[in-house]
């Protein structure tokens, strides 16, 4: 049954790809976070070929391009492999997980490395594979612990507290859990990537709900990431499908997006820059009309170019804008939900 929808309102696009190693443009983008001072945190994963080029990078609402940092990758201080999924706790403090490296990294609001926690294994204070992050009004970090198929509770130090979690498809179980996020009243919501569901839990770690399963145009298919606004309305990056949906407080299906994405300040920069790009562009038919057997969501969305491809993650700034990170696009859609 479809129920009332948030009310949900495109506001604008940022970014554009950036094939060298730094500067304005991200990198196969797979998620941003929002410091106090409004800033935008983005974090690049980047692809095989430009692994030396992971880092974060810093602008703002109105695409000043502010900085940014990495320490490229590897295993040392402030370096990673395969970064996942970033949070800020109440000290500006930004914690980054890496599921290669098997462990969460903080710096400073300025990019300068702090410290680094986490020892891969399967006892119950280890992790594997580290992916989605959320962190609490006490600074209390939860992480989705991929491999181990559970979710683990640190201190903001790393000092283990305790988790919760088993392999399975029952209530309270996990395959491979991915994203994940918190609402107002302290409820942890898990993007379950491999059960293709949402799963809410008690701060404590009790089962409360599951939602998003059983596939069709309300369903979900391999998601990736799950923000929760202030009227308690969930928002799901649902990868397999190339969209974001939208559930009620309650679980119940609200509203599909399919992107809107128009072009950026920069790549606005880069066309008057380079006529030829713009004359080919204006030749060029983003919007097409695809047959039937290519009627698919990777097909349609890699085709159509206002559409998510490669939605991966979702975050709320302090405003309630909806920020949709697009690996595959090199770029975020912006949205008020207020």
């Given at each position: 049954?479809?129920?009332?929808?948030?009310?949900?309102?495109?506001?604008?696009?940022?970014?554009?790809?950036?094939?060298?190693?730094?500067?304005?443009?991200?990198?196969?983008?797979?998620?941003?976070?929002?410091?106090?001072?409004?800033?935008?945190?983005?974090?690049?994963?980047?692809?095989?070929?430009?692994?030396?080029?992971?880092?974060?990078?810093?602008?703002?609402?109105?695409?000043?391009?502010?900085?940014?940092?990495?320490?490229?990758?590897?295993?040392?201080?402030?370096?990673?492999?395969?970064?996942?999924?970033?949070?800020?706790?109440?000290?500006?403090?930004?914690?980054?997980?890496?599921?290669?490296?098997?462990?969460?990294?903080?710096?400073?609001?300025?990019?300068?490395?702090?410290?680094?926690?986490?020892?891969?294994?399967?006892?119950?204070?280890?992790?594997?594979?580290?992916?989605?992050?959320?962190?609490?009004?006490?600074?209390?970090?939860?992480?989705?612990?991929?491999?181990?198929?559970?979710?683990?509770?640190?201190?903001?130090?790393?000092?283990?507290?305790?988790?919760?979690?088993?392999?399975?498809?029952?209530?309270?179980?996990?395959?491979?859990?991915?994203?994940?996020?918190m609402d107002?009243?302290?409820?942890?919501?898990?993007?379950?990537?491999?059960?293709?569901?949402?799963?809410?839990?008690?701060?404590?770690?009790?089962?409360?709900?599951?939602?998003?399963?059983?596939?069709?145009?309300?369903?979900?298919?391999?998601?990736?990431?799950?923000?929760?606004?202030?009227?308690?309305?969930?928002?799901?990056?649902?990868?397999?499908?190339?969209?974001?949906?939208?559930?009620?407080?309650?679980?119940?299906?609200?509203?599909?997006l399919r992107?809107?994405?128009?072009?950026?300040?920069?790549?606005?920069?880069?066309?008057?820059?380079?006529?030829?790009?713009?004359?080919?562009?204006?030749?060029?038919?983003?919007?097409?009309?695809?047959?039937?057997?290519?009627?698919?969501p990777d097909?349609?969305?890699?085709?159509?170019?206002?559409?998510?491809?490669?939605?991966?993650?979702?975050?709320?700034?302090?405003?309630?804008?909806?920020?949709?990170?697009?690996?595959?696009?090199?770029?975020?859609?912006?949205?008020?939900?207020?």
């Amino acid at each position: 049954m479809v129920v009332a929808s948030a009310p949900v309102e495109y506001l604008k696009t940022i970014g554009i790809v950036n094939n060298g190693f730094n500067g304005r443009g991200f990198a196969n983008p797979y998620d941003t976070a929002h410091d106090r001072a409004g800033r935008i945190y983005v974090l690049n994963r980047c692809d095989v070929a430009r692994r030396t080029a992971i880092r974060v990078g810093i602008c703002n609402l109105d695409e000043d391009y502010l900085g940014e940092f990495g320490y490229g990758a590897g295993g040392g201080d402030g370096q990673m492999v395969l970064p996942v999924a970033m949070a800020f706790d109440s000290r500006d403090r930004l914690y980054v997980t890496d599921e290669y490296n098997h462990r969460v990294s903080v710096f400073d609001s300025d990019g300068k490395f702090l410290e680094k926690w986490g020892v891969r294994g399967s006892g119950p204070d280890r992790i594997n594979g580290p992916a989605g992050i959320a962190i609490d009004d006490a600074d209390n970090v939860y992480v989705a612990d991929q491999h181990n198929h559970r979710i683990q509770k640190f201190t903001a130090d790393g000092e283990w507290i305790g988790g919760w979690g088993a392999p399975g498809s029952g209530e309270g179980e996990f395959n491979m859990p991915w994203g994940v996020a918190m609402d107002g009243a302290g409820s942890i919501y898990v993007a379950d990537w491999r059960n293709d569901r949402v799963q809410k839990f008690s701060p404590d770690g009790s089962f409360l709900a599951s939602f998003g399963s059983g596939g069709g145009p309300e369903g979900l298919i391999r998601p990736s990431s799950v923000a929760v606004d202030d009227r308690g309305s969930v928002y799901v990056a649902d990868w397999g499908n190339e969209r974001v949906q939208i559930f009620t407080p309650d679980g119940s299906f609200s509203k599909t997006l399919r992107g809107q994405a128009t072009l950026s300040k920069w790549a606005k920069d880069f066309l008057a820059a380079n006529p030829d790009e713009q004359a080919t562009r204006d030749i060029s038919d983003l919007r097409p009309k695809l047959p039937p057997h290519l009627n698919t969501p990777d097909h349609l969305s890699s085709q159509i170019e206002p559409y998510f491809w490669g939605p991966v993650s979702v975050r709320f700034d302090h405003s309630q804008r909806l920020f949709v990170t697009e690996t595959n696009r090199h770029r975020l859609q912006i949205y008020s939900t207020t």
